[in-house]
């Protein structure tokens, strides 16, 4: 995402998906709070944009674990919004 157009709002969360293309299936996601991205996130690329990597492995210790759902904690806690196909 471009660094220069991010703006940390208290009313947005980031989802961040792998998705396994064949099944067509959230493998792992991270639903993370967009004031913390915005503290987390480190300095943008030479693109100017802020990148997220983050480890789908279980026992993970990255930055960004706390963050991460299994795709049965995903459809917990992002229900399907009215007027998207799900």
Request: glycine residues 6%; contains cysteine.
């Amino acid at each position: 995402m471009r660094s220069q157009t991010f703006q940390p709002r208290s009313n947005l969360n980031m989802l961040f998906v792998a998705v396994d293309v064949e099944l067509g299936a959230i493998m792992t996601a991270w639903l993370i709070p967009c004031g913390t991205f915005g503290e987390m996130v480190t300095e943008p690329n030479s693109k100017g944009r802020f990148r997220f990597s983050a480890s789908m492995k279980r026992d993970s210790k990255d930055r960004w674990s706390q963050f991460r759902l299994t795709a049965a904690e995903h459809k917990q806690r992002v229900p399907p919004q009215k007027g998207l196909n799900t």
